[in-house]
């Protein structure tokens, strides 16, 4: 495993509050070993959302879990290639089930970490659960359990296939009549599957356009709220050192009082040595 691989696996491990401190941490560390291209990969990760570190934890804490995500996707996307309808409705329904009890998990897992999840970070784990069933990326960033935010599959695979039986098989006499039927509809039935083909088209370049859109604007938040972590963290610190100098600051001020009145003493004392010295010198004087 990289030196990349590990810090990755420790910041991912962490939760979310400690991540920025400890990811500047680690760059700063390996810019001081004169790692520059080490420090512009570490200062590019992105904090997780509660709900992604949540689903981090619970992969990395139940990996036997997670691999059965893993294998229904599987089974899906297989059973899409042969359009198997009866199994994927048989897989639909293991789907939702093992969503369930996954997002179960993963909520017991923050909670045995000390985290009570929300429920908008509940229906979010829920929602990346079956994206990762959908998508080969999603699935591979929640394996390794480095999932930053939480993720919705909208577009088109196993998670909203559609399977289409194929058409039962016509009595061979009617073969001529129905290719003069087919071929009477062909130039309808081109120009209706052309326009279905261009209207899905628009819609995926639509939905591609909205997923880049929402991408820079996450990373936006991202950066903002990391942003504000960091200067959270340093006005706590700021503070934490105002009040331990406003602490030295009394401490001084009562030494000096002390000091001050010992002083006071002292030439009280001083001076009573002296016009003694001076008493004991005039009665010398007269003997």
């Not at 990755?8 to 991540?19: A, I, S």
């Not at 009570?116 to 929602?127: K, Q």
């Not at 196993?158 to 016509?170: I, S, W």
């Amino acid at each position: 495993m990289s030196r990349f691989d590990e810090i990755v696996d420790e910041l991912y491990g962490l939760t979310p509050d400690l991540f920025v401190k400890r990811r500047n941490e680690l760059a700063k560390e390996v810019r001081g070993e004169g790692e520059s291209a080490l420090e512009k990969d570490i200062s590019h990760l992105r904090r997780p959302t509660q709900a992604a570190w949540a689903i981090n934890q619970w992969v990395r804490a139940n990996p036997d879990d997670s691999d059965q995500v893993t294998a229904l996707a599987a089974d899906l996307s297989a059973a899409q290639r042969r359009s198997a309808a009866a199994m994927m409705r048989e897989l639909s329904r293991r789907r939702q089930d093992l969503i369930n009890a996954s997002t179960d998990g993963v909520v017991r897992t923050a909670s045995s970490l000390g985290v009570r999840l929300s429920d908008s970070a509940v229906r979010e784990v829920a929602t990346t659960l079956r994206a990762a069933i959908a998508d080969a990326d999603t699935l591979d960033a929640l394996r390794r359990g480095r999932l930053v935010t939480s993720a919705e599959y909208s577009g088109f695979g196993p998670a909203g296939v559609f399977v289409v039986p194929d058409p039962p098989a016509e009595p061979a006499r009617h073969v001529e009549a129905d290719a003069t039927d087919r071929t009477d509809g062909s130039d309808e039935d081109t120009e209706v599957r052309r326009e279905l083909e261009s209207r899905i088209a628009q819609a995926e370049e639509d939905e591609r356009a909205a997923r880049d859109g929402l991408g820079v604007a996450s990373s936006a938040v991202d950066e903002a709220s990391a942003e504000v972590d960091e200067l959270v963290a340093r006005a706590r610190e700021l503070r934490e050192q105002l009040s331990r100098c406003e602490d030295s600051l009394r401490f001084a001020r009562q030494r000096l009082s002390t000091a001050e009145q010992g002083r006071s003493e002292s030439k009280v004392a001083l001076r009573d040595a002296v016009a003694e010295a001076n008493k004991l010198r005039a009665a010398l004087a007269e003997l």
